[in-house]
């Protein structure tokens, strides 16, 4: 999965979190302001609605005295004195209606002001109105009769607080009046605060985007010139070095990271010398080693063959000194193969061969040891041929160690061999039943001149590079050399490799701890 760098994740969670934020502070300060507006507005028309509905009664009462029988002259004259003067539709109109009339048409002794028609009032207020012996309010629309006929094109209404209330009427009794408020400027600046707010949110958002992403190029720059520079190291350029300028921090850190470069190369090139000395002197004393080998061997041949005519004891030195210098050869074999590893001369001779020859070719050559430790090897396989390329020498040399390493710890318990294979890989499995291995062991079972508990018994002499040497020929090979183990069940080596020389191995035929029936 690909990762985000720590700049992009950086910036994108501040924008998120300022995003967050400056919409909260954002909501809270609209919610203010438009409670403040529509607030200050309420607490105003109240006010006004109250004078005015004393200006009516005190009106119609002195119109009583005069015009006792002429109250529609008189609603006439209430309703022009509300009248607003100019006709732009903004600010307020007066509703005049006799109390409990229906909604829809004006009834002839009830008037409003600029042909507002009865329907603007909401049945909810009305019904507050009637109940209640002070102001009610409510929001809604202030609808003309004009914009309700069919044979006019509609017009948008405009938003409006209304105050209701009642008026006394002599001889008339209870009229409802009703004061409507053109509240579009108020919604107009509400809105205009609210795009206010949206677009100084966003303008902030990108400041403080651009701002930490400044901020973060500055800090992440030498954080990722110290990963390149760490990159280089690990790739052997070990003269690579960050840079001591810039901030205090910045400079202390590249000076710190320089020192440890400093003592990395030290070291580095310490253990390589080492290295280079410890390959050098092996291959010497392998080489220096054969000549005398040589000699010793066409010695302790001659001696060989003519122990039948010495005594019993000289003709027992005889046997055992032959012995121990096939030992001698082998283990100076094995450091020879060690060395052409460490050297990296080592090469493939890929041949394609039947890995099931190949196996049971192996297995052949150990049945007799096999045998003198009345052990039998069990060979389970699959029928078809197994076409694999592969160096028949080297991957002889790992059968071989794998199950002279099960014979050594099998206790003369039988081994199961099991041979599979799939369309890109083939696996062989050696599982014994003997002492097993502990789990801190599983490990260190590849390690140069590693060997398990000392106390096993043994029938041949090791060396400890025999596991090493057989999973550097695995790797050779593009496979691996898996292993399980438990005291007191055994130990299972399971080596798989691809069919084909450069595939990559992706797939296990056969998995750990799969005994065969």
């Known amino acids: 999965m690909k990762k985000t760098s720590l700049a992009v994740r950086v910036v994108a969670s501040t924008v998120v979190l300022s995003t967050i934020t400056t919409s909260i502070l954002a909501f809270i300060i609209l919610a203010r302001v438009q409670d403040g507006i529509k607030n200050s507005r309420l607490e105003a028309a109240i006010s006004e609605s109250q004078s005015s509905i ?34 732009s539709g903004v600010g ?52 003309s009769r004009e914009n309700i006929s069919p044979m006019t094109a509609p017009r948008s209404d405009p938003r409006a607080l209304i105050i209701g209330g009642k008026v006394a009427i002599p001889t008339a009794g209870i009229y409802e009046i009703y004061f409507l408020f053109n509240i579009e400027n108020e919604y107009q600046n509400i809105a205009l605060v609210r795009s206010t707010l949206l677009i100084g949110g966003l303008a902030l958002i990108l400041l403080i985007a651009i701002i930490v992403t400044v901020v973060v190029r500055q800090v992440v720059r030498p954080v990722r010139s110290a990963a390149q520079i760490a990159e280089k190291l690990a790739a052997g350029q070990l003269e690579e070095r960050m840079s001591t300028e ?15 470069a400093n003592v990395l190369q030290e070291q580095i090139l310490r253990l390589e010398n080492l290295s280079r000395v410890q390959q050098r002197f092996v291959a010497d004393v392998s080489h220096e080693l054969r000549t005398p080998l040589t000699t010793m061997r066409m010695a302790a041949d001659v001696l060989y063959k003519a122990r039948d005519n ?31 590893f460490d050297a990296g001369v080592v090469r493939l001779e890929p041949e394609i061969l039947d890995f099931k ?16 430790n009345r052990i039998a090897i069990h060979v389970t396989e699959p029928e078809e041929p197994i076409y694999v390329v592969l160096d028949p020498r080297r991957i002889d040399r790992i059968l071989r160690n794998l199950l002279i390493n099960a014979i050594e710890h099998a206790e003369n318990k039988d081994i199961q061999v099991l041979i ?52 550097e020929d695995a790797q050779l ?18 080596f798989t490799f691809p069919r084909e020389r450069g595939q990559i191995l992706h797939e296990r035929p056969i998995p750990i701890l799969h005994i065969p029936e």
Do not use: C
Not at 62 to 79: C, G, H, M, R
Not at 246 to 260: I, K, Q
Not at 423 to 434: I, K, L, P, Q
């Open 246 to 260: 810039g901030a205090e921090e910045m400079a202390s850190l590249g000076t710190s990271f320089n020192d440890m």
């Open 92 to 143: 307020r109109e007066v509703i005049l209606i006799q109390q409990n009339s229906p909604q829809g048409t004006l009834l002839e002794t009830e008037r409003t002001t600029n042909l507002i028609s009865k329907n603007s009032i909401p049945d909810e207020l009305r019904n507050r109105v009637r109940t209640s012996t002070e102001l009610q309010h409510a929001y809604g629309v202030i609808i």
């Open 477 to 494: 090979h593009g496979g691996v050399i898996e292993v399980w183990g438990e005291i007191g069940k055994g130990a299972q080596f399971i």
């Open 310 to 340: 010495f005594e019993p004891t000289i003709s027992r030195s005889a046997e055992l000194l032959m012995a121990q210098i096939d030992r001698f050869e082998y283990l100076l074999s094995e450091l020879l193969e060690v060395s052409s």
């Open 54 to 87: 004393y200006q009516t009664e005190s009106q119609f009462l002195f119109l009583s005295t005069q015009l006792l029988n002429s109250y529609k002259v008189a609603l006439d004259n209430v309703i022009d004195n509300f009248t607003p003067s100019n006709q």
């Open 420 to 471: 599979r294979a799939t369309e890109d890989s083939v696996a062989v499995s050696v599982r014994d039943f003997g002492v097993g291995l502990r789990k801190s062991e599983l490990n260190r079972v590849f390690d140069r001149f590693w060997r398990a508990d000392p106390s096993r018994a043994r029938t041949k002499g090791g060396t400890g590079l025999g596991l090493s040497i057989a999973q």
């Open 357 to 372: 020859v190949v196996v049971r070719r192996s297995i052949d050559a150990l049945v007799p040891i096999a045998h003198d």
